[in-house]
C-alpha cells in the first residue's frame, strides 16, 4: 500500500486540461518542498517531469506544470494530447523510515 | 549521451543471491548520488536504496533493510546492488537512477525474477 494517494485514471480530451492530484501526510508532501512527477509508457523507463513542486527540467514540456498546497500535490497538464496518455507518479520525500515514497500512479487517458 | 546501463538481472530461486551492475557514461558520476528503483510486474515504482557520492550515507526502503546492499565504484563509474536472501515479492524490475529524492536519469532496467 502507497504511503501516498492518488486517483486511479485521469481522462479528457485532446486540447483540454487534466490535473492528477498526489495526497499525502505533514510527514512527507506538506513537510518539504520534496515533490516529483514521474511519466511512464508501458514497458519504458520513467521519465522526469517535474522536480522540487513545480520546477520542470530541461526538454521537458511547458504544458506540464506542478504545485502544491498543504499535504497535496497537484501535476497539471494543459493543452492535453495524445502523446501525453501515460502513467504518471508522484514522489516525495518523507520523515518516515521510508525516505522517498511514490504514489500508486495515475494513468492518463486521452479521450 | 548520458546514460545508465543495468546488468545482472536473472530468475533466482528464494533465498538465493545476485548482484545488479550499473553502467554510468556521458556525466561525473562521482558527482551524483545514486539509487535504485523497482517496479513489479504490473505495479507501481518503489524506491529501494539510494548512495552518496563517497559512498559514506546508504539508505534502504525497510523491507530490504540487512539483505541488500547498494554500492558503488566512482573509478568504474558503476553502481551495484547486492541482493541477498531473496523473496518472491522482490520480484520487479529494477531501475538505476541518478539522483536523490528527483531522479534525472534512469536505465532500461534488469528483470530480477524470484521463483522456485
Known amino acids: 500500500q502507497s504511503a501516498l494517494t492518488q486517483p486511479a485514471s485521469v481522462s479528457g480530451s485532446p486540447g483540454q486540461s487534466i490535473t492528477i492530484s498526489c495526497t499525502g501526510t505533514s510527514s512527507d508532501v506538506g513537510a518539504y518542498n520534496y515533490v516529483s512527477w514521474y511519466q511512464q509508457y508501458p514497458g519504458k523507463a520513467p521519465k522526469l517531469m517535474i522536480y522540487?513542486?513545480?520546477q520542470r527540467p530541461s526538454g521537458v514540456s511547458n504544458r506540464f506544470s506542478g504545485s502544491k498546497s498543504g499535504n497535496t500535490a497537484s501535476l497539471t497538464i494543459s493543452g492535453l494530447q495524445a502523446e501525453d496518455e501515460a502513467d504518471y507518479y508522484c514522489?516525495?520525500?518523507?520523515?518516515?523510515?521510508?525516505?522517498?515514497?511514490f504514489g500508486p500512479g495515475t494513468k492518463v487517458t486521452v479521450l | 549521451e548520458v546514460q545508465l546501463v543495468e546488468s545482472g538481472g536473472d530468475l533466482v530461486q528464494p533465498g538465493g543471491s545476485l548482484r545488479l551492475s550499473c553502467a554510468a557514461s556521458g556525466f561525473t558520476f562521482s558527482s551524483y548520488w545514486m539509487s535504485w528503483v523497482r517496479q513489479a510486474p504490473g505495479l507501481g515504482l518503489e524506491w529501494v536504496a539510494t548512495i552518496k557520492q563517497d559512498g559514506s550515507e546508504k539508505y534502504y526502503v525497510d523491507s530490504v533493510k540487512g539483505r541488500f546492499t547498494i554500492s558503488r565504484d566512482n573509478a568504474k563509474n558503476s553502481l551495484y546492488l547486492q541482493m541477498n536472501s531473496l523473496r518472491a515479492e522482490d520480484t520487479a524490475v529494477y531501475y538505476c537512477a541518478r539522483g536523490a529524492g528527483w531522479w534525472d536519469i534512469w536505465g532500461q532496467g534488469t528483470m530480477v525474477t524470484v521463483s522456485s
Open positions: 514522489n516525495s520525500y518523507s520523515t518516515s523510515s521510508t525516505r522517498y515514497v
Open positions: 522540487d513542486v513545480n
